[in-house]
C-alpha cells in the first residue's frame, strides 16, 4: 500500500516548475539577449518535445550548479537559483521586459518551494526506486536505464533514464488511446542534450524591470502587477 501511494506521488510530480508555470498571455522569453557568466562554467541543455491533451510543445532546461532555467513554448522563461536560505525564482515576461522575483519566503508562504533535485532533472529522480528496471535502451549517442511500471489508479508508466546526466530520455504516464473521461498520455521525449559555456546559456535579466512578488499586492495602478495577480486568481479558481 505504500508503495502505491508513493509511486502516485512521484508519478504526480512531472516537471514541478510547470506547476507554477506563470501567465501563457505574457509570451516566450526564449529569445531574449543571453548573461555574461564567470568563465569556464558549463551548462546542461536539455530540449524536450511534450505532448498530452493540450498538443504537442517544446521545453528547454539549462542547469548548471546553482541555477536552473525553464523555457516553456507559450510561457514566461522561470529561473530558479539556490540561495542560502533556500530557493529563489524569476519570471521573465520578454514582450512587456517585465520580471517578477520570487524570495525563499514568498515560494514557502504560497506552497510553491520545490525539490532542487525534480527541478534540475524535469521529473522526480525518486521515481526510479518504485518502477521495474528493464535493461538498457539507446537515448541520442548515449544509453539510457529503461523502467516501467503502474500507478496506484493503474495508469502504465515507462521510463528511460540518462544516469550521467541525471535527465530522462523519455517519459510517459497514462494510456495514449484515453477514453472520454480519462485524462489520456503525458509524454515527454528528449531531442537534443548538449553541454555549452554558461555564459551562452542563460537568458539575460539585466533590461527586464524587476519587481518582488511581495509588492504586487500593492500596485493596483500598474496593469502589468494587476493582469499578473488577476491570472493566478484565476488559475487557483480552477
Known sequence: MQESVTLRTLALSVVASLA?????WAGDAADAPQTAIAPNTQAVVAHYQIRDRKGERTLVLVRSDDRIEYRMQGEPVEIW???PDGIS???LFAKEQRSVAWSPGDLRTT???PDWNQLASVINPELRT???SNGQTKALDTRAARYSGESAEGQPIALEWIEADGLPSYYRT???????GEVGAYEIRLS???RVAAATAFTATAEYRETDYADLGDMELDPFAAAYLKHRSDRHQH
Open 81 to 83: 537559483r539556490k540561495t
Open 111 to 113: 506552497g510553491q518551494m
Open 192 to 194: 537534443k542534450l548538449e
Open 20 to 24: 507554477f508555470a506563470g501567465p501563457v
Open 174 to 180: 497514462g494510456k495514449r488511446k484515453a477514453k472520454a
Open 130 to 132: 518504485v518502477l521495474k
Open 89 to 91: 525564482r524569476l519570471e
